[in-house]
């Protein structure tokens, strides 16, 4: 079983940055992701990468967040930088269909 815990999210004027993290039990092995979900809708794909570096980011965030991961501190990254209002969200870590609890980021404008 895998266990997710994020943090690193808070409030942030827009053009800021700030950096997530994803903490992992068990197996990582495989692809891990982050997903965002904003008030009123759905969850979706911020970010993906594979066990082997391959990485796959959504058009909105693409030049502006990087996602890394440190295979031997199961660790997961988010930088995030240049943010905007609509970056807003509650953003979660993702592992062989396991789910954080998620992390909060807000960006004021």
């Known amino acids: 079983q895998v266990q997710l815990v994020e943090s690193g999210g808070g409030l942030v004027q827009a053009g800021g940055s700030l950096r997530l993290s994803c903490v992992a039990s068990?197996?990582?092995?495989?692809?891990m992701g982050w997903y965002r979900q904003a008030p009123g809708k759905q969850r979706e794909l911020v970010a993906t990468l594979t066990y082997g570096g391959t990485t796959n980011y959504a058009d909105s965030v693409k030049g502006r967040f990087t996602i890394s991961r440190d295979n031997a501190k199961k660790t997961l990254y988010l930088q995030m930088n240049t943010l905007k209002p609509e970056d807003t969200a509650v953003y979660y870590c993702?592992?062989?269909?396991?789910w954080g609890r998620g992390t909060q980021v807000t960006v004021s404008s």
């Open positions: 993702m592992l062989h269909g396991y």
């Open positions: 068990g197996s990582i092995f495989g692809t």
